[in-house]
DNA sequence: GCCCTGGGTGATTCCCGTTTAGTGTGAGGC
DNA sequence: GCCTCACACTAAACGGGAATCACCCAGGGC
């Protein structure tokens, strides 16, 4: 055969019948995720199945074995580099030269508004979507979580140390105040059948009444 | 076998004419859902399966579709029956002579604590622990959640008509407050490995936290 | 006594995540 | 230029989920 120049013609275009080349290092990786970040984002976590996201990629069910440990570490992934981006804002917000109360609030206003741009991620991430996720598993992910929070609870502890904490210790406030936000984006997200006020507003009454219910001017 | 006794005593038991609508069928049904709950309570929507039901009732799997549609069908009864309390609950502090806030108050910590006492029911209703239950199916369980949530929105209501709120509408800050409360408890329950404060001391910071924020004097 | 009915069953279907055993291929030593 | 070997890849299968099918059988109505 002269395979020199089928050679050059197929690192442009692999034959689709047959079994699928190798893919270079971690490019089939980077292909396995791109495939399942967009099942997920459409169709859920029941939705993306090994399966689906295998045949989207154009290989066996078997290869994503090759790549990842389990299902759950693909979709994981995904979760940890949306979150990824979470921090990084976090971080960023962090280190403006705004009041501390200004920054918490900016700090959840963005939390929200990443839940509601990403809802199938958020419900993996902070609703334990499959509940059958083990704790380990989720190590990755649950170490940016606290990252954030850690970002998130700097201000807050501000705040404590300032004496304008009405209630609660620096710890059980920055816990309540993340809370009220997953509140009210978890259940939109989970219940959109609901009639539910505007987003816009539930928002805002939510950052209001918990920033003015916790602390003082 | 000294059976005999035994069975003419059924014999006696059919007061009615007709084939027996009753008896037997009910009885099962309730067994099913006894065992469900029993299984349910212990390891989870996942764990709660058709094969496990039916093992624990000792009947075949195929058996529990002769009295319930499919398996979300017997945990969303089980769901039922807890939110029937939860509005119970509800119905009873509408009625009380006490303050429509202390009532908001007294009818959000009694959520609370129903979600802690009831985590894996209180999952299946109000985090979608499986995504997969369509809306239809959870109609039921959906309508006493409105109604639990109508005997909540009264008093808010009242406060509203009376001026006392600080922002947003009755429907938005109803709304604001029941998932304020939501948040707290859906977090602790999938997320136990987080080191949370004490739950008192959350139920009662979210609590104030949330009521001063929202609610003026 | 017959027959209809309805709860009950074992086998089956389909899909899921995951595993096993085997195969084609390309890079590297000779 | 050939052989070898590691490894990305595959088909098939496994165990276990929900749900369905065709049948079975005991009892009440006639």
Known sequence: ???VR???????????SARKPKGDGHMRRGEILAAAEKIFIAEGYAGATIRKIADAVGVSSTALYMHFRDKDQILLEIGREAIEQLLAINVALSHEPIDAVAKVRRMLDAYMRFAFDNPNTYQLVFCGSSEAISVEKQQAVSDLGDACFDEFSGPIREIAAAGRLKTGTA?????????ACHGI??????????NWAPAEEL???TLDGVLHGLIAE
């Not at 089928?6 to 689709?16: G, Y």
């Not at 710890?171 to 809370?179: C, F, G, I, K, R």
């Not at 984006?185 to 219940?191: D, G, N, P, R």
């Open 185 to 194: 984006v978890s259940l939109v997200i989970t219940k959109p059948s609901r």
């Open 6 to 16: 089928i050679v050059t013609v197929a690192l442009k275009k692999p034959p689709r």
């Open 171 to 179: 710890e059980s406030a920055a816990q309540v105040l993340w809370a």
């Open 203 to 205: 928002m805002q009454v």
């Open 1 to 3: 055969m002269g395979d």
